[in-house]
């Protein structure tokens, strides 16, 4: 019997990537549902491509514009209370969330409390509120979260199949160093957005490819994996890998140290995710090692990308701090985006909206997006 599949998030990378993967797999899964932000021409091609039955655009206006007669009997919805919907929709057995921003927090929150398997691309849902979502999957049958990011899913992999007794001592995160990488900071003042986008390795949405350049993104994954796992900050390591072949490495007390090697294409993680705990072929290859010839690691830079830093800070201090660090980092590269800061800029928005928060205690789903709220806020005010 096929499962049934809604993507939030379908017109981005890895949205287009999952519908990939699906038309690869054929039969053994069915698009229920489709969400995007407002790519309205795409979202539609996509659902009379694959029969998906509804559809829902974040954005409201976008989805008023759409002449309903064109809609040939498709479903639509706008809004975050359409896309909550979505997620939980008794039809579903899977909701892949590949949503970018804090905006994924609400539908992961319902898909997991309505027991359906969450196949996690955002970020930001266990950077807010990883104890809630944790908490969420072991609670409702059904209701779990298998990671989508490659380095996730790597370590979850990893860590599933060779972890039965404990023995995990800790984890090894890799991260290609982004396109500035070896750069110091007067060639980081001076970069522009456009030069931000080119990713040596990976190809992303804008937001996550910024990120990668500044290294938040690693940061926002070493919170993520400390939830995923129940792992302590000083137990998650990231190193540098420019050749994005090791995704993720995991080290046990007994001194043995396991990596998770494959090419640089998400499409690998996200059938994962669909097909969890079985491994189906398909037609992407395997490394050539030999025409990669090295695989070569290196320390991060924490004097020239102190996003990082900030990151683990954030985790360790607890509380809404890591709902706070994902909110100003978003701000900061909205505003880097627009082009009213420099690049340098993003760590330090980061950096002071965090000296404003206290940490500890666990807070309420509510508390979390009104830290998220004000972040923003004072973000944004610190360049005035």
């Not at 409390?113 to 999957?137: D, F, I, P, T, W």
């Not at 040596?200 to 290294?215: C, E, N, Q, V």
Request: with cysteine; hydrophobic share 45%.
């Amino acid at each position: 019997m096929s499962k049934s599949v809604c993507i939030l998030g379908a017109t981005g990378s890895i949205g287009e990537n999952t519908l990939a993967v699906l038309k690869e797999l054929g039969s053994r899964f069915r698009v229920v549902s489709l969400a995007a932000h407002k790519n309205t021409g795409r979202l539609l091609e996509s659902a009379r491509a694959f029969g998906a039955a509804r559809i829902c655009l974040a954005d409201c206006p976008a989805a008023e514009a759409i002449d309903r007669q064109s809609l040939g009997g498709i479903e639509l919805g706008c809004g975050q209370q359409s896309l909550v919907e979505l997620a939980a929709d008794p039809e579903v057995d899977i909701v892949v969330n590949a949503m970018v921003g804090s905006a994924g927090l609400a539908p992961s929150v319902a898909a997991l409390k309505a027991g359906k398997r969450l196949a996690l691309a955002n970020k930001e849902s266990l950077v807010m509120a990883g104890a809630h979502l944790m908490q969420l999957a072991g609670l409702k049958p059904g209701a779990e979260i298998v990671p989508v990011d490659s380095e996730h899913s790597a370590l979850f992999q990893l860590i599933d199949l060779n972890d039965s007794r404990g023995a995990l001592e800790k984890i090894i995160i890799t991260a290609s160093g982004g396109p500035f990488r070896g750069s110091d900071r007067d060639r980081l003042e001076k970069v522009t957005f456009a030069e931000s986008l080119n990713h040596p390795t990976w190809s992303m949405g804008p937001k996550i490819t910024i990120d990668s350049a500044s290294l938040a993104n690693k940061g926002l994954e070493v919170i993520e994996a400390h939830f995923l796992f129940a792992l302590g900050y000083d137990n998650i390591e990231v190193l540098v890998h420019p050749q994005s072949i090791v995704h993720g490495m995991a080290v046990f007390h007994d001194g043995a140290v396991l990596a998770h090697m494959g090419v640089p294409d998400m499409r690998i993680p996200i059938q994962y995710a669909l097909t969890y705990p079985e491994r189906l072929q398909n037609s992407i290859s395997s490394p050539d090692l030999t025409a990669v010839g090295e695989l070569a690691f290196e320390p991060v830079d924490e004097n020239n990308f102190p996003c990082l830093a900030l990151a683990y800070e954030a985790g360790r201090k607890g509380g809404v701090a890591t709902a706070v660090f994902n909110a100003a980092n978003e701000a900061a590269v909205e505003l880097f985006s627009r082009g009213s800061i420099a690049f340098t800029r993003i760590p330090d928005i980061i950096e002071n909206t965090l000296a404003e928060v206290r940490g500890g205690g666990e807070p309420s789903l509510e508390e979390i997006f009104e830290a998220d709220n004000w972040a923003r806020e004072f973000a944004m005010r610190l360049i005035a």
